[in-house]
């Protein structure tokens, strides 16, 4: 018996020095200043950028704060966030968090034994610190090399970081699905409000969903997020974090989620200040910068109403408003969690430039008449909406009905290559492949964009001169520079005539949904076939802002109900909520009114001067180019009468107000 008695003794000797020396070399190879397994030292760099943010400010200096940020966008400060959001992610994740040293021996030893029963590796013990760890500093590799990398930085980092300093830098890291990083990102994505604001519930909920962002994602699987929300309201009563009271009503709180899951916007920002400075996202913001945009927050806010009262919607919606003076974009909202500003047709919302303002460059002018009946031009044959057509129609009619047969006639007259080249001084994309009478209409092989579109009617509001828009003035303070260029597309003329036909478009023409918003030019395009619609348009500006709304296809057309005449909709909601219209366009010196000969107008179709002594009844008052005013019918006679009789200036005055 003692023989035996030794032996076991000597076993469990063994055994305990075994199990000593593991431990001590477990010991040993977590120990932050001995490095045996070759890991990444702890670099505080990493922390600081990873929860790094990016300050975005709007038109008027202010931070922003109303748009969803994505990649961390929005930071948030371990003050600004409050006792019970702390304590719900801290009771679910990382209880001892504020006991422990970076790691949780009890946690281990409880979630090996708990792994050992059942079989399998279903618990984890990582604490909060090597959370922050392990997304900071390493992969998400599963071996046993990683996790001692991993709890030997945790040690190292607890060192040196207090525990609100390792708290504020986990909450800026979180993933919580759906391309939303950060507390302060989510509270504002799916909350709409800041982090510090957050209630117990909204925590908890928060708090759970990190664990698996898809199971329990709120747009996806909101039963089981609601389910683990109570179960982390249940751990945060038995560890005496709440009250019974605080349980029940946290437990009774409906929660209601954002589903405005991108920002336009700020995804535009970003693009464009990484193109500009010559940088990755990433790199932007290791950074730290401060953005000054021309974002307003208001009319954003309108924007976002407008998006969200069209319900559900199989198709892409976006809102873009630029400031006609600047050409900053001050708000770019979408329905799409992606970034869009994709090439497609434009539809007849190209027809101002490469028609119309072509054919006023060539000597036309609003008056002139064309036969709008069906026509063939060679093997292309166009239609007019609902085959309807008017017959001989002034340039300015066949504008605001948007008649195609006229379009595709002005282009054959002043040339494919002239209208071409006009829309290209507007700024639009027009390939060499685009070279047939389609273009009238928006047949193009890759389209354009609807910052291309809309920067190409804000051209026309600033009387005819194109220069480039922006998303953001200036970083860190330094301006972002003057444009590149600044070009004439055409001339001032050209461009108030236009202003003026698209003005009475908004009144009585396709974008008639607008004739009650104020002083507005819009223009309308509607691109599909019988079974339904792939673009929508409404193009419009007032003399401070260029608004442009555009109805997308996805994978399917969408109702032939919506045209461009729901696109005006938005507008007028927008106008109605946020946009002033009661400033007038100015009128340049190179156009005036004058009266042209109505009887002839009637009859012949062609446009003259009134001839000084044509009774009033056959007068019409028309607004025209100076440059390129049309003639009197009996040109030698009164240039004759004109040599002999001035009437002291009365001449002028009776035929032009002058």
């Known amino acids: 018996m003692k023989k035996a008695a030794k032996i076991s003794i000597l076993i469990v000797s063994v055994v305990m020095a075994v199990i000593a020396l593991f431990v001590g070399f477990m010991f040993l190879l977590i120990e932050p200043s001995v490095n045996i397994l070759g890991a990444p030292d702890l670099d505080l760099a990493k922390l600081t950028s990873a929860s790094r943010t990016i300050t975005l400010t709007d038109v008027d200096g202010k931070p922003i704060n109303d748009v969803l940020y994505d990649s961390n966008k929005i930071f948030v400060d371990i003050d600004d966030i409050s006792e019970h959001t702390k ?19 009890r946690r281990i030893a409880s979630a090996a034994l708990a792994n050992i029963k059942s079989g399998k590796f279903r618990e984890g013990a990582s604490t909060i610190t090597q959370q922050l760890i392990k997304n900071t500093h390493l992969s998400n590799e599963k071996t046993i090399r990683r996790k001692l990398n991993e709890m030997r930085l945790a040690r190292a980092l607890e060192r040196v970081y207090d525990k609100d300093a390792i708290l504020e830098n986990y909450f800026n ?46 747009y996806e699987n909101y039963d089981n997020l609601i389910e683990r929300k109570n179960l982390v309201l249940k751990l945060m009563l038995d560890q005496g974090l709440i009250t019974d009271s605080d349980y029940i009503s946290a437990r009774a709180e409906e929660l209601t989620f954002d589903k405005n899951k991108q920002n336009q916007f700020v995804s535009g920002v970003l693009r464009a200040v990484c193109r500009s400075i010559g940088c990755s996202e990433k790199e932007l913001f290791s950074t730290s910068r401060t953005i000054s945009t021309y974002y307003n927050a208001e009319i954003a806010a309108c924007a976002r109403r407008a998006i969200n009262d069209m319900g559900e919607f199989n198709g892409y919606i976006r809102l873009l408003v630029l400031d006609n003076a600047s050409g900053g974009i001050i708000c770019d909202e979408t329905n799409s969690n992606k970034y869009i500003d994709l090439r497609r047709s434009p539809a007849s919302a190209i027809k101002p430039f490469v028609s119309y303002a072509a054919a006023l460059e060539s000597g036309y002018n609003p008056m002139s008449q064309i036969l709008d009946k069906p026509t063939v031009f060679g093997d292309y044959e166009p239609h007019n909406y609902k085959d309807s057509y008017r017959g001989y129609a002034s340039l300015h009619d066949c504008l605001i009905y948007s008649s195609n047969i006229a379009a595709v006639k002005l282009l054959q007259s002043v040339g494919i290559d002239k209208g071409a080249a006009t829309a290209r001084l507007f700024g639009l994309t027009v390939d060499a492949e685009d070279d047939s009478l389609a273009l009238a209409l928006g047949g193009m092989k890759n389209g354009v964009t609807l ?85 929508c348009y409404c193009i419009a500006y007032t003399p401070q802002y260029t608004i442009a709304v555009w109805y997308g296809a996805k994978d399917k057309p969408i109702d032939n109900k919506i045209t461009g005449a729901a696109c005006a909709n938005m507008i007028k909601t927008l106008c109605d909520g946020a946009i002033k219209t009661d400033m007038d366009f100015t009128v340049p010196d190179s156009v005036a009114y004058y009266e042209i000969d109505d009887r002839e107008l009637r009859e012949t179709h062609e446009v003259y001067l009134a001839d ?30 004109d040599n002999i009789f001035d009437f002291g200036g009365i001449r002028d005055k009776f035929l032009f107000g002058r």
Request: charged letters at 25%; hydrophobic letters at 35%.
């Open 87 to 105: 304590n719900a992610f801290i009771a679910v994740e990382d209880k001892r968090f504020y006991s422990h040293g970076g790691i949780d021996y």
């Open 173 to 218: 890291i979180l993933y919580f699905g759906s391309g939303i990083k950060g507390l302060g990102t989510a509270s504002r994505v799916m909350f709409g409000i800041s982090a510090s604001e957050l209630t117990l519930a909204q925590s908890a909920a928060l708090a759970s969903i990190i664990n698996n962002p898809t199971k329990y994602s709120p």
């Open 451 to 535: 910052s291309e579109l809309a920067n190409a009617y804000r051209t026309l509001a600033n009387g005819g001169i194109y220069t480039d828009i922006r998303y953001f003035d200036a970083v860190d303070g330094n301006r972002h520079g003057n444009f590149p260029y600044s070009r004439r597309a055409v001339g001032d003329d050209t461009a108030y005539l236009l202003t003026d036909m698209l003005k009475d478009c908004a009144r009585n023409g396709t974008a008639r949904k607008l004739k009650n918003v104020g002083v507005i030019a819009a223009k309308t395009g509607t691109n599909g076939d019988k079974n339904g619609n792939t673009d």
């Open 612 to 641: 000084p002594f044509l009774p009033k009844r056959y007068r019409r008052r028309a607004l025209m180019s100076k440059k390129r005013l049309p003639v009197r019918k009996n040109i030698d006679y009164l240039d004759y009468f």
